[in-house]
């Protein structure tokens, strides 16, 4: 069985950082692609940041430049540094993670970022 588990978040003001880190764990499976998305009131969800097993990444335009995101494969975790945060990174910040073509999910974790 898979559980994602996602670490950090907070309040923080408006210019500062955060940093979030994520863990699958389980027994006797690679995952493939970890990503981070975000959910802020009254909107969809959307794509912060994905990495895949080879490093490979992407960003939303919106964080490119601020926000880094890194994975340690060994550990099944994935990062996700946050810098010069605006008030509009507000959102709860999910992990997910791709096991063999399968989604799973954390619980989210809140971001808030005051002016």
């Known amino acids: 069985q898979v559980q994602v588990e996602e670490t950090g978040g907070g309040l923080v003001q408006a210019g500062g950082s955060l940093s979030l880190s994520c863990t699958a764990s389980?027994?006797?499976?690679?995952?493939?692609?970890m990503y981070w998305y975000r959910q802020a009131p009254g909107k969809q969800r959307e794509l912060v940041a994905d990495?895949?097993?080879?490093?490979?990444?992407n960003y939303a335009d919106s964080v490119k430049g601020r926000f880094t995101i890194s994975r340690d494969n060994s550990k099944r975790t994935v990062y996700l540094q946050m810098n010069s945060l605006q008030p509009a990174d507000t959102a709860v910040y999910y992990c997910?993670?791709?096991?063999?073509?399968?989604?799973?999910w954390g619980q989210g974790t809140q971001v808030t970022v005051s002016s």
């Open positions: 990495i895949t097993s080879g490093g490979s990444t």
């Open positions: 389980g027994h006797g499976f690679n995952v493939q692609i």
């Open positions: 997910g993670a791709r096991i063999y073509g399968e989604d799973y």
